[in-house]
Nanobody, 122 residues
Framework: QVQLVESGGGLVQAGGSLRLSCTAS????????MGWFRQAAGKEREFVAG????????FYGVSAKGRFTISREVAKNTIYLQMNSLKPEDTAVYYC???????????????WGQGTQVTVSS
């Protein structure tokens, strides 16, 4: 089974930046489309950003446009989420996911990481 492990979360002041990482492990990773979701306390899980299996195409949810950048290093089985100009409303658990196709909802993905907490203070 594929394992996805996120890292890079933490506490940051509003306006600051963080870079999240997600690395696939557990077996030789067969490249697939991957993405980031987030879930704030008491809210539904929200799509943040996605990248195709080649790393050549990216796409974003509304909340990420202009502030977040997703990227992929295929050889390292790793994706990143560079988050700039963070706001308190970005506070959430951020999850890495992998699936067979481009997707914007949870059901589009088959594998999930454990999540990493991002907290943005005002």
């Amino acid at each position: 089974q594929v394992q996805l492990v996120e890292s890079g979360g933490g506490l940051v002041q509003a306006g600051g930046s963080l870079r999240l990482s997600c690395t696939a492990s557990g077996r030789p990773f067969r490249p697939s489309d991957m993405g980031w979701f987030r879930q704030a306390a008491g809210k539904e899980r929200e799509f943040v950003a996605g990248v195709t299996n080649s790393g050549l195409s990216t796409f974003y949810g509304v909340s990420a446009k202009g502030r977040f950048t997703i990227s992929r290093e295929v050889a390292k089985n790793t994706i990143y989420l560079q988050m700039n100009s963070l706001k308190p409303e970005d506070t959430a658990v951020y999850y890495c996911a992998a699936g067979p196709r481009r997707g914007w909802v949870q059901s589009d993905y088959d594998f999930w990481g454990q999540g990493t907490q991002v907290t943005v203070s005002s």
